[in-house]
Structure formats: structure tokens, C-alpha cells
């Protein structure tokens, strides 16, 4: 059961331009929304992450808005760069069950130069 | 500073050979401790996660086993490799707040 629902699967934008990710989860236990940049070969990094009790965080080009009622949280990346380029993944976490982490599927972004 | 190590880089088995993977944490005590394994161009699946020495919790029944002997050692194997054990093996650590950090991963191709 894929709990945790991310689209699109892939995107391109210009540079200069805005990346969107949505994501969508079912377990309302989930209580840590983060976000990771993978580049090829490389293990995901942490990029952002938010709790359910804020409905928007921000740290530099990078912003999640969470909607804790609809059970989504996006990813916005603002002035998209082609240093970007990367698959993002969003996940859901449950700290009372271990910390364990349900991924989304990943959205691969390509940003043109 | 926490690091987190993984070997090998890189490894190519034959069908039916033996597995072991290894995955060490730098800096910090009494971690959890998390295997992932990730297709080619697919998401994380957890396979397995330890909150402590010898406490393993598994959560997808496979042809895979993993160990904790040490605090910070997690250690994941399998007796005979299948060609669907093939993918990108990663590794990650908590320190019991939310924040879960991935090493680079084991890429295992299973010929």
C-alpha cells in the first residue's frame, strides 16, 4: 500500500523558472514532512522538512506548504537552477513508530539552462 | 560532526552468493539505524530499522537479514543472492529526533 503519493513522476522547467512537487499521504499518524535532493549515485540529502503543525516553511529558494486538513504538502523551488537538477523525494514520518520514514515515488526535475 | 560510511561502493555478485553489506555511524551513540534499498528509478523501500544492539525490526519479508553487533554497526546479508536483490543499498541514522541522514550507498548488481 503506497501511502505516501508524489507527482509528477518528472519535470522540466527554465532556469529562472518555479519547480512544483506535490505530495499526497493517507496516515494521519505521519507527524514529520521531509523533503531529500538525490543526485545520480549519491544517497538522498535532507533538503527542507516541516511538522504538521506549521502550514509553510522556507529556507532560501526552497518552500513546503503544508495543508494538514487536505493531507498534502508541496515543495516549491523558486529561481530553479540548473545546479537543481536532481530527483526530489518527498517523505512521511511517524516518531512513534521508530521514526520510519514512507518515501513518495520521486519526481525527477531537469532544469534548461 | 556525524558521518555515516557504507562498503562497498560497488559490488557485483552471482546468483546464489552470499551478501553482506556494511554500514557504520561516526560521532554519535545509540542511533537508529535504518536499510533502505532503491531500484533504478524508483523510491526508497525500508527494509529494515534497529533501535538498539541486537534489536532488528523487518518490514518487508525478502531474502535479506540484517544485524546490529555494535551500537553503531548495522550490518545487512543474505545467504544466496537473487537477481531481484540487484539495486542501490542505503543506509541511514536518527538520534531520536525526526531528522534521518542517508549514507552514499552500496550499489549491488546480482549477475
Known amino acids: 500500500q503506497q501511502q505516501v503519493k508524489q507527482s509528477p513522476q518528472s519535470l522540466i522547467v527554465q532556469k529562472g523558472g518555479i519547480s512544483i512537487i506535490n505530495c499526497a499521504y493517507e496516515?494521519?499518524?505521519?507527524?514529520?514532512f521531509p523533503w531529500y535532493q538525490q543526485f545520480p549515485g549519491k544517497g538522498p540529502a535532507l533538503l527542507i522538512a516541516i511538522r504538521p503543525d506549521v502550514s509553510e516553511k522556507k529556507e532560501g529558494r526552497f518552500t513546503i506548504s503544508f495543508n494538514k486538513s487536505a493531507k498534502q504538502f508541496s515543495l516549491h523551488i523558486m529561481d530553479s537552477q540548473p545546479g537543481d537538477s536532481a530527483t526530489y523525494f518527498c517523505?512521511?514520518?511517524?516518531?512513534?513508530?521508530?521514526?520510519?520514514?514512507?518515501f513518495g515515488g520521486g519526481t525527477r526535475v531537469l532544469v534548461k539552462p | 560532526s556525524q558521518t555515516i560510511h557504507q562498503w562497498p561502493a560497488t559490488l557485483v555478485q552471482p546468483v546464489g552468493s552470499p551478501l553482506s553489506l556494511e554500514c557504520t555511524v561516526e560521532g554519535t551513540s545509540n542511533p537508529n539505524l535504518y536499510w533502505y534499498r532503491q531500484a533504478a528509478g524508483r523510491g526508497l523501500q525500508l527494509l529494515f530499522y534497529s533501535v538498539g544492539i541486537g534489536q532488528i525490526s523487518s518490514e518487508v519479508p525478502q531474502n535479506l537479514s540484517a544485524s546490529r553487533p555494535q551500537d553503531r554497526q548495522f550490518i545487512l546479508s543474505s545467504k544466496k543472492l537473487l537477481l531481484s536483490d540487484s539495486g542501490f543499498y542505503l543506509c541511514?541514522?536518527?538520534?531520536?529526533?525526526?531528522?534521518?541522514?542517508f549514507g552514499p550507498g552500496t550499489r549491488l548488481t546480482v549477475t
Open positions: 541511514a541514522w536518527n538520534r531520536g529526533g525526526y531528522e534521518q541522514y
Open positions: 496516515n494521519t499518524a505521519f507527524d514529520y
Open positions: 517523505a512521511a514520518q511517524d516518531k512513534a513508530a521508530g521514526n520510519k520514514l514512507t
